[in-house]
């Protein structure tokens, strides 16, 4: 068989693997992998740099399918690669990441061959998507882990990452605004490593384009300062390679790829409609299907002779051939820099350096006290000169959220100085919260910052981190009614309560600067999950921690600050962040008047969770009823510490524009209104 032949073989090998696999799960998406297969095909066959026997080698080329819909064409890829799995130690396991009975059993629980490509989930995936948008966006990130990589670990001839990122997308992620944002910034800064390939096939689900989306697309992109190239045939196979080509030679601008392409391609009644999108194609046409690529009509889940090894002879030696050159030169990069190496490897497995969290601040006890914001920026200023690839910023909002890292030699990260730390996302924080992931994913340890209220701008992406299980940083000031002047707008209510219900997601509300610090501890040795860090605008008190109870009580997710006496307290009162300064003060005055009080800070019910139950139940005894939680945000969930007759002082609207003193007295977030409630509670007034 010619070489040709073996090609045309291969790419028909994936067209009809997704087609059987969809038939088969009589659910899926068969249209595109139809479509985009000699693109799959030459992007892994002939260009990246990939070893499917170490689907993690750190310099390896990243491959993002952001039209996940189109899973097929990776689990194909994957399949016919015969890449192999890992766990999540990074350990190498040599059994494949997608058998052919996974491709079986698409869709199928337990499979993996799921109906999106899922990263942790399947190895080889390198971003969750299926939220469209969310895979260009992320590969921003890992465009920017990238140049970040390279500036801090390249020395004369040592290029230790040098990889490059490949996108595929459709209309659908190009339509969605996160797309926007990504590409606007990635144009700015010039990521010449990031290349977009974008399937022009005009089809969405409900029809034609034409009825949605008419911009100039590659104008656009022109205009973000990309560099736009165009293949009119998705079956030209050598002009996809040239573009290709084209985009590793262009320097300084990103590129982005416009690729004519037909969905459903081959299929005699669903080419081009979008009847190919989204449903099987039916017995029938999977049969005229394959008698139009001249395939078996009868045969299923076919991998013919000579496919596994046409790939092994392509994408298989090319990337062993990478990997070793690379690994041996990683050998003497190791004995001529031996810090370097050491931090690379650390970063590998997501460990921290030894020292990571010396000079840490400790607050002396203080009424006047410290914003939350300006305690973290503290931290995070300490923990960035600790850890070298701890970087992030803020969306325009750096000044705000205090997030800056100001230390000498910390630098702001653009395309003439890719060594920066600080990231300026812009007014992009949909976009940010992806790029965040994507330099999660690129094994940095980053954060993005903004204002409470705007978490709702980026909770899709943070919501994929959790899914992800990347220990991604989101910081967020002004969380709650702190800056009341600017009014309900600005007012987060119903933000805590959404994002603790994100499985995963661990959110940190503390009560003080020290408070923040112990967050900062406990969110660092995170490895494979995400934090929100939710924190006052205002100033807070810092609690005297000699009457008080240390602030490492934070791990536990809420403990105990004081009681009135020792043994069992009459009334609890439980609060989180601003509010526990309030609550302290209310413990206080019913201490004062010889009420058996107690007083909980809890700043994470994520963290409090995972306590055992004798733990739980010492904070929170079963038996004591009287209870009253207290913070600024939706009551919403707070009745699984307070019981149903506790009671729980919260936000039920959107808040109002006042100074911060007139609106804790309208909404009853001052120590007599507490206090009051507490001796309800206990049946006294
Ligand atoms: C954020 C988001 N909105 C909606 C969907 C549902 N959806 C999945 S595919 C699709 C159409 C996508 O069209 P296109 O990207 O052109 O894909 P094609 O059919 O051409 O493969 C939609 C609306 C989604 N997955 N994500
Ligand atoms: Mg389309």
Redesign the pocket.
Known sequence: MTDENTTQLAINTIRTLSIDAVQQAKSG?P??PMALAPLVYTIWNRVMRFDPEDPIWPNRDRFVLS????SMLLWSALHLTRTKAVNADYERLGHPSVSLDDIRHFRQLDSKAPGHPEYHWVSGVETTT????QGVATSVGMGIAQKWLAKRYNRPGFEIFNYNIYAV?????LM?GIASEAASLAGHLGLDNICWIY?N?H???EGN?RITFTEDVEARFLAYGWNVLRVGNANDIDRIEHALDIFRKTKERPTFIVLDSH?GYGSPHKQDTAAA??EPLGDDEVRLCKRAYDWPEDAKFLVPDGVYEHFAAGIGARGAEARQQWTKLFETYRSEYPELANEIELMQRRELPAGWDRDLPVFPADPKGLAGREASGKALNVLAQNIPWLLGGSADLGPSNKTTLTYEGAGDFQADNPAGKNLHFGIREHSMAAIVNGLALSKLRPFGASFFIFSDYARPAMRLSALMELPSMFIFSHDAMGDGEDGPTHQPVEHLASLRAIPGLVTLRPGDANEVIEAYRYILQLRHEPAVLVLSRQALPTLDRKKYAPASGVARGAYVLGDASPGKPEVILIASGSEVSLAVEAHEKLVAEGIRSRVVSMPSWEIFERQTKEYRDSVLPPNVTARVAVEQASTFGWERYVGTSGDVIGMKTFGASAPLKELQRKFGFEPDQVATAAKKQLGRR
């Open positions: 998406h249209g595109t039209n996940g819909h189109a299926g939220p469209l948008g997308c459709g209309d659908g992620c969605e399937d096939n089809i969405t689900i384009t969905i999108h989204g």
